[in-house]
């Protein structure tokens, strides 16, 4: 039976193309190359169709070193024929839709697998553990945001505090299961625990939490329902008493007098500075020197926890906190040089123990705490002044300093709106917030400067300068 080689394929092109066929036997289908006149060399598989029409398929290019597969020699191709010729004398006698076919298949069965996976995905998705759950909420809607209306979204924490609180409650018990299998007594159980503490107000925020958390899960079909839906702050922490404390006069005269040597010389300024600024603790604790400008008696505060900026003009009283926090940041910064640590002033208004890293909001809430307790509820290595600074209207916090503020801005006949901008309330009139955009910059300078005379005033017979 007369065959051609790879010598006849590598012949020279002619003026019209140059066919080579094996001989087999009839019926069976036969092996072609073909050499054109621009030198290409093509191997095909020619059978007669179910018409009685010759066809040929193609099986590739020739290369007298093919692969098998993009390029075939003679032998691999009469192998390919001969697989070709077992299918054409088995039935098929329409090859070429028989392959179309065969590619439509394999491209559905492509399709089918990669919907499995998708499917199985989604199902892995739908396995995800409740703190996965979590992470993946904090990731993406709890991370701060800017919109391309410049409002802000998400937490200036991006979730920081929450995945914190669910970490110490939620985490230990639940933190495992599948977020799709965990029940609303399990959850309960979680929020009573809280409640029973006499911790509220914790129990309110850990269900406001957990409802947004599986609000966002059954958006992305995580979970299938959201198990604390109907669940209201009545049924697990009851309704909040709002926090009223007021700093009177007289306690801040006696403050004025009680905080020298009682507080590190660091929070007792952080105090006299929050009193004349009137900001929240926790912008206290991230304030950055370069955002302080002691020259045009400003403090910028970039983001804040209402998702909008601040400037707030500083008083004679509150420069002079600021700079004596400064002086405290070049002492360190002098007092590192000379133990030959490679040492940069810090960034931080406060820094913590880390002068590379900024102060906790906690911290001088806790400092504060343990110098208002009875000496047998003292802890552990904390200080023993646990006296220090007991005052007649009860036990006070950083953030009541902010409504001390407050309070005697008005008491100095500032009115609630340019309060409301020096504490940088959210407006929450939508015809204020859409059309009024005054800031009230000068009233806010004349309310600031007035509460830092008063703060003089009330603590002209302390320590302070």
Known sequence: MATFTDKQ???????ADIWLVDSDARGTGRLNGRITPSGKRLLYFRYTNSKGKQERLPIGPYDARGDGRATFTVQQARDRARELSAIYRSGVKDLREYFERKELELKAQAEQAQRE??????????RMTLRQLAEDWARVELAPKIQADGTRTGRKDAGASVLESFERRVFPKLGHLPADSVKKPELMAVLDAAATEGKSRTANMLLTDLR????????REIVSHNPL????KKNVGGKESERSRVLSEAELRELGSAIPGSLPERSARAVWLIL???CRVGEAAEARWEHVDLVKRTWYLPTTKNQRDHKIHLSRFAIAQFEAQAALRDAEHTARVRRGEASDPSLW??????????SSPKTLAKQLGDRQR?????????????RALILPGGHWTPHDLRRTAATL?????FGSDVIDECLNHKIQSKTARTYIRDRRLEEQARAFDALGAKLETLTAASQLP
């Open 117 to 126: 996976r998708e499917e199985a995905a989604q199902a892995a998705a739908r």
């Open 349 to 358: 208004v406060l820094p913590g123990r880390d002068w590379r890293k900024p």
């Open 276 to 278: 004349a600024t009137a």
């Open 374 to 386: 009875g000496a047998e509820e003292r802890h552990n290595g904390r200080t023993k002044a646990t």
């Open 9 to 15: 394929m590598q012949a020279r092109p002619a003026k």
């Open 212 to 219: 947004q958390m599986f609000r966002f899960g059954l958006d």
């Open 229 to 232: 839906s109907g669940i209201l």
């Open 409 to 413: 801005i008005a008491g100095l006949g």
